[in-house]
Every structure is written in structure tokens, then in C-alpha cells.
């Protein structure tokens, strides 16, 4: 997601083990007679820093097991920091590797190659050739952006690769060719490779808001490659669709339960076109090794869609297929935890944007038909921008800066991190407010003794009134209160 | 309007009245002898600014009468500014009836709770059901921005109802259920309680350029409502629009001028979709009490708009039921005296920006009617925004900063101000000059003189010329005569 | 084009000739007794400059002949900036005459008169019914501009013009009441007038990016008035335009070679909506006048189209009627060379974005008959701002900044002085580093030696190692292997 690009600042300047020990060849030869105790110096160091927080306490067996189980949670689970740094002194092609299943997850807002490896899985289970096409798309679209000059940081999370991946996937998918119809793969590539373009370009544009792009490129390269094409084309027929024309039927009784629950899979499998009930829960799988926040929000997106596709009267079929779902499903994650910090009012906001989502992707749908599109995820794009510009007095409604998304988890960290510093700004503002105004306090106390001095000396009431009114409104009322009683 | 979002800073720092005397209260105790002077300080303070410029001259019963007048007037024309300030210790339930009052005029950039109760006396006339549609979705409206932590100002200026009202009373109009069908409150009510959210995001976005975010919430609202379920659903069908598909009769004898004069209180009419003419009028009558600038302008938006459609060739009974008109008479206001200075180059321009919008409603009624929706205020928004974001070098085209927009009077008066401030400044500064050129002017004479004695001394004639040579060019021609006639 | 919107600046601000000897003129009485030696002060002044660097050289007659080639060529090349100078003197409506001519010339980039001149040749030649309705709507739309008040620089480049001059085209050409119905004139002086009004909106929003309106006002007017009207319209009826509804023949063996070849003037001359394919070689003549690299491009941007058309089969009507072909010249011309300085990466990225306003052209084409409408020139547009909107880290992709685009030698000159800058600050700065590198050994040497005279004093080895690990990272190596060998 574009919301890691700059995160990346942070971790490209922790200087990546490997290259540590080059830099300080030069040293350690040097200083020959400190080599015996630097024999494998990379492993003592992090040995070096496991072992100091340990030291003071003896840790039993259990906290032991505990600790080894964090520790290869921290491995796979999130954005698989570590083995990103350990990647970037590999081979460039297995790098590339990473940065395809990375963008492969980057597509439901997961910055994790493991994730990618699950939900090409399920691709292939759905449909090989499809899952081809996904992979050609997410290749052609990262090596473009590397020709193309785009930040290596943001092209190493994944986040050229997942427009691609789209891009081909669909492509795929709303072809009327069929199947193994191989010269599909040049507009495929051609698209794949537009979408830095587009994406950069777009960029340019949100930026200025602080916004992402989410998967705008890959809208409008589809659509524009379905519209250029359309159903009569002799080289690359694609799916019709047409507007609804008529009433269809509607008869409750026959809403099967058992298909309205699978329909919560099916929609999350549909953010990447799949309609297998099991492809979409691979997917959810994929989604809870690394972040459960996200796990949950696409599930109640999910939910959320096909609720709204009932409330509608949308045909059963539309939602059984999971059309209802898959915008919910990314505008719940977006808004829930990914681009706000999750607190229980963003997660409110979030449920209402994927109702909001789930009626604009209603609409949507039959404003494309008319052009014998699909909607794409044209709704979640708008529905999330929309939610993602409000401005509100409301605290716990923090929008992330763009710098620092990277996952719900570790935004929640920050927020909470913030709001800390935040609280003890404010304390120690209040305590100095405290001494000040008790200081001003005594001064005053002071200032009245001396002139119940003077006043037993003069006789007169007029100086306190004097400077009543001389600075009246800025004292503190206690002050006041203390000012009268003296009196 | 959103443009007088920022305005209520001003009245806002202005300390309410009863406010003002809690806050003098501890001094006001503090110098008890000075307490009978001030038995009802706040009339008191009132009365002393009325009787200072009556003081010297002594007022007759009709000057008295005018000034009685006046001063009722200023109570319930403008933006009753008085009464908002009486109104902010009242009550939170009466607070909103006014916030929601004033939301149903804002529709018309008119911030007045006074025409909004007379609007919802002619919405009554024309359908109560709608009517009621209107008060809900005002109402939902308002207390979303609430919940939503939305600047309170703009709340109470009913910033955040005018889409409200308009979301509420055109789901009404469109919907194909028929009158009283009261399962419509449910989406009625989520659309309004959306409006806050796209008119915060909105805001976003139009406030880089300063611009008000017009009614383009409600545009957008309803028409997702109704394509999103369409003439062909089950729970909420909407009334069908088509695309014209053939040529229309046009016969030019069968015109009727006094329907086409009734198009104009009907063109007024619709901007709250209401084609019954009294209906028209009563709005026309609302206008006028809060702002004859906007009355006049709305009238000649109206006519404009008939005229447009008469010359585009457009079938009568679409001229009759007002629809060429709304679109100008909102655009109309907007550009004359509202958002740009009233001048008359601004006039001029508020005339061409209804023809403009005019034509601009021909053609997105026609592109909307493709996917079976009507126009909206999507003309209106367009066409203002347009005439908005133009640069001129023009002085007397002042296009107001949103935080300085109220009513078109108010403008006017602060416009004129500012150009007298102006022209001071740039008088003194000539006059600055007179006196640089004069010092100047005289300098060159002594040097002159001085010269003319060293020439009688050396006669020689080269050091004129020297000079002429070193500062010619900066030099003012009436000292450079001087120096010739000298010579 | 907008591009040299604000590069005027600098002409206008060099004292034109006559105003020079005006301003002169005090002085120059003055001086009597130089008079004589300034008996035509301007082409003196023009004779010296002149003059001065023939002076050390002798030229020969060939040399003399390419020379005064070289300055023949400089007055009618470019955007015969003496010309302009000149004209700026002349009487006002020989000045809206050059205006109107260059107007009609910026439509493809070009701000040169002599080529406006052909231009309206080869309408002429085409259509006069058009080339009358083209000249109609520049005249309208610079006046315009000037009663609008827009800026005189921009004005006086054509910059307001060429909008104009395509709208009064395509109005008569997409018109369905057949040529010389004089009505037509009313709309589009209307539509024309309209031109700055919407250019100037438009440039307020596009200016946050540093980017032109291109013919976004002519899209977006000439879309206006067509939907606006429609082909069923009584007054001012519109060409008919539908969406494709099944599929039509191709037969690969009636490809026409001839045609093909031919479908290249006629997709340039399809810039001004002329299929004449003389017409379409007078426009190359005019374009390769003032600038041989816009020529190329035009070429093949045309060529790029014609090539796309045939890959997405396209009927081949279209692609002999250059249809496909005038978008991607205007993209082409665009992006090689006008607002990217010309090296061969931005050459790529022409032609790239050629493929992509080719495709993009074809899906608007297909959504834009849903309404009725043309593609008109939206493509170029969208495809241009996009890549316009990149940003890389490719240095040689230079995005000229707004105010200095002129034309793309003239750029090109500018991007190369600035290159040559940076690399003379680059040396200047790596010089600087090296002395002081020098400086730096030089002084580790001084200290190294210091140290081993100490060393022989005191035998011990633990002073440079100190050193090292004082500042090892900073220094550098070859110091260090100084240090190391001086061990």
C-alpha cells in the first residue's frame, strides 16, 4: 500500500547487518588483536542485545517457549520487517520475488511476502490461467517502475505490484476469449507496465491531500482496456455487461442461508475476481497471519456488503457471488485501523463507510453497465478517499500520516505512543500552570500583607480597587476571591 | 452557505451579552460603590451606543419612526445576527429548530431562520409529505455534523442542513412508491446523515482554491440513491428518466405567455423540486426579506434560464415546469453579490454565468437522463464553481474570501469599505510623492543656482550634461524642463 | 500554448526598440552635440551589436550567406519573437490579426503567425465554411480575453485563441444543418466567448501542478454545446454519433497500403477536423517551419496511431480517416519536447505515451457515443497531464517548469545551459573535496611523521590506533592505508 512508501525512511536507515560488518573491515583489520573476540561479529551483536534484557531476570522454560514463539511470530507476521532487510543483500532476482509477493498481498493492505506465497496459492486453486496473468501483471508492473525511476523503498513493499497484479487478473477474467488464449498477455504487459504511470502520476495528485492511491490505476487501466476493446472486438473480446432493463424476481423465501454464509468468503475472494468459497478463505488466512486487525475488518466488510445487498433488494445471485462484499471488504480494512488509528470510533466510521461503500458500489455498477463495464473497485476507492478527507474536532479520529502507515497493529502502537507523549505534555503544562499560579498566589498574598501595612498606615480602600481594574480580567478568580477576603 | 462557515468567527469572539456580564460580575462586586450606576449594566451599555449618536441632534417623531423601522428590520433581515446570539443560551432543542431553519434557507444562500419557516410554509402548500421528507433530512443532517465533531459554527448557520433538506425533499420527489410510503425514511435518513461526511471531504478538497462546497453533497447523495436502486427496484424504484431518443413537436404558435411568465416563480420554485407557482412565490417572498440583491437576482436567473431554453429549442412543457430555471437562479446569486462584490461587471457576470449554466443544464440533463437520472443543482455547481476559480485583472471583479462571505448587502458594504481604505492608502502615498517630487524639484533649483554662480565663475557648460548622462532616466521631466529653461 | 504563458515575462520586459528611443528622446535633446552621431539611434544600436562579433573574424562570402540565412531563418522559425516585438507597436487590430493567426498555430504547440497563416490555407483548402467559422471563434475568443481581462502576454501569444478556433471548427464541422447556416455563428461566439472563462478556471486548478489546460476548454465547450443540443435538436441539430452494437467485418486483405500511408497527414490534419490528406501535409509544412522536432513528433504520433488501430482492430475507415492518428500527434508532440526537454529517454516517453492516447482514445471514443458525443481531443489531454504528472529519479526526464517552455529547441538550448551549470558546480565542488583531501593526507602525513619521531622516542604502538578508532568512518580509506603503510 502506498501508505508504507515513506515508512520504509525509517528502516533503510538502519544500516542492514551485512553491510555493518564491510563497513567496519577496515576497523577490524586494524585492530588485530580484538579479532578473536569479534569471531562472528553479527550474530554476537544481536546476541549481544537479546542477552541484555535478559540478564537481570532468569526466565523459566515457559517464558522461554513464550519468547521463541514471539519471536517467530515477529518473523511472518506484519510486514516481515527482518526478512526484508535480509532480502536486500540477495540475488535481484529473488528480491524481485519478494517485491511480486508483496504487492500479490499489497492489494488487501498486507506489506508481506508469506501472505503473497497464500494468496497466489489460492489463486492457483481458483483458476491457473488466471493466476498467470496475475503474476505476468505484478512482474511487468515492479520492473517498470524500477525503469522508470520510482523510489526503490515503495517498489520493495510491493506497492507497484499490486495495481499489477489486479491489472492482470481481470484482465483475465473479464476476457471473452477463454481460457490459454495467450496473446491476452500483450495488452496484459502493456497495462501492467502503464500502471507506475498512472500510479505516479495519481500520486502526484493525492499527495496533496496525504492520501493514497489505492487501486485507482488499476481502475482505470481496466476499464480503459475494456471500453477500448469492448464485447465486438475481434482481437479481445471482453464480457458483456448491460443495464438492468427490467424488474427481477424477488422471492424471499427462497434466500438460502448456507450460500448467504458463504457469501462472506466469496467477497473477499472477489477483491482479487475469484468466486471460490475456499480461494476466499486461503485468502483470510493470508489475512490473519499478518495483521488480525485487518483479518476482522474484511470479514465485517464482507458481511457488512451483503447485508446491504439484502436491504437493497439486489438479486440473491449478485450476492451470493460476493459483488456485494469485496468493496466493503477493502474500504472496512482501509478505514478501520489501516489509514486511522482503530479506536472504537474509527471502527464505527469504518462499518459506516462499508454501508456507504456497499450502496455507492450499487450505484456504480449500473452507471459502468452502461458502458458494459463492471464496477472494479471503483467504490472502495471512492468511499475510502471520501472517508479518508474528512476533517473533525474529534480526537480519537486520528488520520495517520501517509509517512507512518504500515500496519493496523504497529499504527495502533504509534497512536498510542503519541497520545502518551501527549498526556504528559499536557501534565507537565498543568502542573507548571499549578506552580504559576500558585506562586502568583503567594505574590499577591505578599503584595496584600504590604499594603495591609500601608493601609493601617494611610486609611484608604483604594488601592486594591485600583488594581482590580488594572488587570481584572487576566488574574486567576481565586486569586480574586483570596484578594477580597484579605479586604 | 459554506461560505459564511468562517464568518461566525467574528460574532463568535463578540462576548454574548449575558456572558459579558458573567464575566464582569467579580469586578462589578469587587467596587460596590460604583454598583448603582450599573443596576442593568448590559441595557445600559446598549442604550449608552444608541443615545451617543443621538445625543447633539434631537430626533423628531419621524426620524424616530424611520429609526424604530430600521432597526425592526435588522432584526429579521440579513442573517439575524441578533437573534442567533439570543438563541445560543437557549435551549439545545430550540438551538436546532433554529440551525435546521436556517439549513432549509441556505439551500438559497440565505441565513436566515425567518425565510426558513416561510420556505417550509411553502413546501407544506405544495406537498406536506415532502415537506416532511425535507424537515427529516435537515434535521438527520444536522445532528450527524454534530456527532461527527463538525465546526459548531458552521452548524449553527445551518451550513450543514441545506444539503439535508435537499437530500430529504428530492428522495422524496423522485421516488416512484407514491406519497406516504414510509419505509423512504430509512435511506432518507442515512443519505442525510452522509451529507456531513461528503461535505467535510468536499470541503477538503474545495478549500484549496477557497471555494464553497455548494450543493454538490446533495448531487452527489441522491443520485447515488437513485441509481443505486433505479427505477426497477423492489423496495425504493425511482421515477424514470430516459434519454430523448426522437425529435419533439415545436410548434412556436402554441407558446403560452402567461404560463411562460408563471415559469419564473416556478423556475424559483424548483430549486426545492416544487412546480407550483404561489409555492414559487412564497420563496420569492423569503428571499426578499433577508436580501433584495438575492430576490432581484434570483428573478433574473429565472428569466434567464426561460430564455435559454426558448432559444436551444427545448420542449415548452420543460420550460413551464421551471426546470431551465433553477439551475440559474442559484447561479445567479451565487455570482451576483454573493460569493464576487456586487459591481456592475460582477452583475454582468452573474447574468452570463445563468446563460452559461443554462446551456450546462441542457447537456448533463441529457447525459444524466443515459443512466436514468435527472439534472439536480450539478449545472449550478459546475457553472459557479467555473465563474469562481476565474483570474482577472479586473479590480472591481473581487471575488471575497470565503471567511468574509455573509449576505450580498453585508458583502457590498464590506467591499466598499476595503476600496476606501484603499484609495486613502493610495492618496497618501501620492501625496507622499508630491512632496519627494517638490523637495526634488526644489533640490534641483538650488543646485541649480549654485551652479549657475560657479558658472559665471568657470564659465564652462559640462556639468549640467554630466549630470544629464548619470541620472537622466530617473529623473522628472518637469525638473529636467526646469533644468533646461535654467540653462 | 499556456506552456509560454508567463516566458512573455521576459520579452516584455526588454524595452521595445521604438518606446526606447521615445524614452530616450529628453536626453538626446539634451546632448545636442551628440546628435549627429544618433541620427537613427535603433539601427545604430541593432548595427553595433551586430557588428561586434563579426569584428575579429573576416567572413567570407559563404560564411556571410549562411549567415544571413541562419538570421532569415530566425525571423520566420520559432516564435518569431522579433516579429511579436515589432507587431506590439502596430496599429490594435493588426495586432489581434498576429494574435488570432498564432491562436490558430498553438493548437498544435506552435506560436508562430506564418504558420498560423498556412494553417488557415489549409482550412481553407479543406472547408470554407469552417475555416470561416475557425476564424470566427479565435476572434471571439482573444476578444473575449481582453474584455475578461486576462493577461496581455498570454493573449498576445495565441494562448487564448486556439481554444477558440477549435471550437468554431468543430461546431461547423460536427454540425448537422449543413455548411453556411449562418445561426451556427450565434453559438459559437457564444461558445467561443466562453473560452477564457473556462481556460482561466482551469488554469487556476491546473497551476497547483504546474500543469496546461491543453484544449481541456474546447473538450469540455464543444462537448457542452453537442449534448447540450443533440442530433435531435430543432435549431442546432449534431451529427449523429452511436455506440458500436455488434460486431463488423474485417478482412485483413482489403487493407489498402495507400490509405494506410496516406491515414498520417490525415490524422494531423485531424487535429483541426480536416480529412484532407493536402490539407493535413499543409499543416506539416507549417508545423515543420517553426520547429522541425515538433514536426517529427506530429509524424510519429500519427504513425504510433495508425499502428494501435490496427492492433486493437479497429475498423479500418477509422484509421484511414486518422482518427486514431490526431490525439497521439498532440500527445506526442507534447511530451518529446515541448514540456519535457528532448533527450532520448523523454523521446521513449513520447512514444509511449502515443501507444497510451492511442488506447485511451479508443475507450473514450466508445464511452463518449453512449452520449452522442466525439472523442474530441480528451484523450491527448489525459493521456498528456498523466505522464505530465510523473515524477522520477531519472534526471534526464526534465519536466520544464511552465514559464520557460517556448518551443523544443529553444527548451532544449535552456535544459542543456542548465545541465552544463550543474556540471560546472559539480567539478567545482569535487575539486573543492580533493583539495581538501589533500590537505586532509598532507596533514595526517605531518602527523604520522610527528607521531613515529615520537614513537622512536617512545616505543609504543598505541597512538594511531587510538586515532583510528576515534574517527575510523569518517576518514578516508586511502588515508587509512597512508596510515596503515606509514605503520
Known amino acids: 500500500m502506498p501508505g508504507t512508501q515513506l515508512t520504509?525512511?525509517?528502516?533503510?536507515?538502519?544500516?542492514?547487518?551485512?553491510?555493518?560488518?564491510?563497513s567496519q573491515y577496515p576497523s577490524a583489520q586494524n585492530t588485530k588483536e580484538l579479532q578473536p573476540l569479534m569471531a562472528n561479529p553479527v550474530c554476537e551483536t544481536t546476541a549481544q542485545k537479546k542477552q541484555q534484557p535478559q540478564g537481570p531476570e532468569r526466565p523459566n522454560s515457559r517464558q522461554r517457549f513464550k519468547e521463541k514463539l514471539m519471536q517467530w511470530v515477529s518473523y511472518i507476521a506484519g510486514d516481515m520487517a527482518v526478512f526484508g532487510e535480509w532480502m536486500k543483500g540477495q540475488f535481484i532476482l529473488l528480491q524481485i520475488l519478494d517485491w511480486v509477493l508483496r504487492g500479490a498481498a499489497q492489494v488487501m493492505?498486507?506489506?508481506?511476502?508469506?501472505?503473497?506465497?497464500?494468496?497466489?496459492?489460492?489463486?492457483?486453486?481458483?483458476?491457473r490461467w488466471w493466476a498467470l496473468n496475475g503474476f505476468v501483471g505484478t512482474l511487468f508492473a515492479t520492473v517498470s517502475a524500477l525503469i522508470l525511476g520510482q523510489n526503490r523503498g515503495a517498489i520493495a513493499n510491493g506497492l507497484y505490484g499490486y495495481n499489477g497484479i489486479l491489472v492482470g487478473l481481470l484482465m483475465a477474467v473479464f476476457s471473452n476469449a477463454g481460457d490459454w488464449y495467450w496473446w491476452l498477455l500483450l495488452p496484459n504487459?502493456?497495462?501492467?507496465?502503464?500502471?507506475?504511470?498512472v500510479s505516479s502520476a495519481l500520486a502526484s495528485i493525492n499527495s496533496r491531500w496525504d492520501l493514497p492511491v489505492f487501486t485507482l490505476p488499476f481502475n482505470i487501466l481496466v476499464c480503459l482496456h475494456m471500453v477500448a476493446t469492448g464485447h465486438y472486438n475481434h482481437h479481445f473480446p471482453q464480457v458483456l455487461f448491460q443495464p438492468r432493463k427490467s424488474m427481477h424476481n424477488l422471492?424471499?423465501?427462497?434466500?438460502?442461508?448456507?450460500?448467504l454464509f458463504c457469501s462472506i468468503p466469496v467477497g473477499i475472494g472477489q477483491v482479487y475476481g475469484c468466486?471460490?468459497?475456499?480461494?476466499?478463505?486461503?485468502?483470510?488466512?493470508?489475512?490473519f497471519i499478518s495483521s488480525p486487525i485487518?483479518?476482522?475488518?474484511?470479514?465485517?466488510?464482507?458481511?457488512?456488503?451483503?447485508?446491504?445487498?439484502?436491504?437493497?433488494?439486489?438479486?440473491?445471485?449478485?450476492?451470493?457471488?460476493g459483488l456485494w462484499g469485496y468493496n466493503c471488504v477493502l474500504a472496512c480494512i482501509a478505514i478501520g485501523g489501516m489509514f486511522y488509528a482503530l479506536t472504537w470510533q474509527t471502527h464505527l466510521l469504518a462499518v459506516a463507510c462499508a454501508f456507504f461503500c456497499a450502496y455507492l458500489g450499487s450505484a456504480i455498477a449500473n452507471v459502468m453497465s452502461t458502458f458494459g463495464l463492471p464496477a472494479c473497485t471503483w467504490p472502495f476507492c471512492l468511499s475510502a478517499l471520501t472517508f479518508l478527507l474528512i476533517t473533525t474536532e474529534i480526537k480519537n479520529i486520528h488520520k495517520l500520516p501517509l509517512a507512518k502507515v504500515t500496519y493496523p497493529e504497529k499504527n495502533l502502537i504509534y497512536f498510542w505512543k503519541m497520545k502518551k507523549v501527549e498526556r504528559i505534555d499536557k501534565q507537565r503544562k498543568n502542573q507548571e500552570k499549578d506552580v504559576e499560579s500558585q506562586q502568583k498566589k503567594e505574590e499577591i498574598m505578599a503584595a496584600m500583607e504590604t499594603k495591609e501595612h500601608k493601609r493601617l498606615d494611610v486609611c484608604s480602600v483604594d488601592v486594591p480597587q485600583e488594581e482590580t481594574t488594572q488587570n481584572g480580567q487576566d488574574r486567576n478568580p481565586e486569586a480574586i476571591e483570596l484578594n477580597l477576603t484579605q479586604l
Open 8 to 22: 520504509k525512511g525509517g528502516p533503510l536507515n538502519v544500516p542492514h547487518l551485512c553491510r555493518t560488518s564491510t
Open 294 to 321: 485487518t483479518f476482522a475488518h474484511a470479514t465485517i466488510g464482507s458481511a457488512v456488503g451483503m447485508v446491504s445487498g439484502l436491504a437493497l433488494a439486489a438479486p440473491f445471485q449478485n450476492i451470493y457471488f
Open 275 to 287: 468466486d471460490n468459497p475456499w480461494t476466499g478463505g486461503i485468502f483470510m488466512v493470508a489475512l
Open 251 to 259: 422471492t424471499w423465501s427462497e434466500l438460502e442461508y448456507s450460500k
Open 189 to 197: 504487459i502493456f497495462m501492467s507496465m502503464a500502471c507506475p504511470i
Open 109 to 127: 493492505f498486507v506489506n508481506n511476502p508469506l501472505s503473497g506465497l497464500i494468496i497466489f496459492a489460492g489463486l492457483i486453486l481458483q483458476n
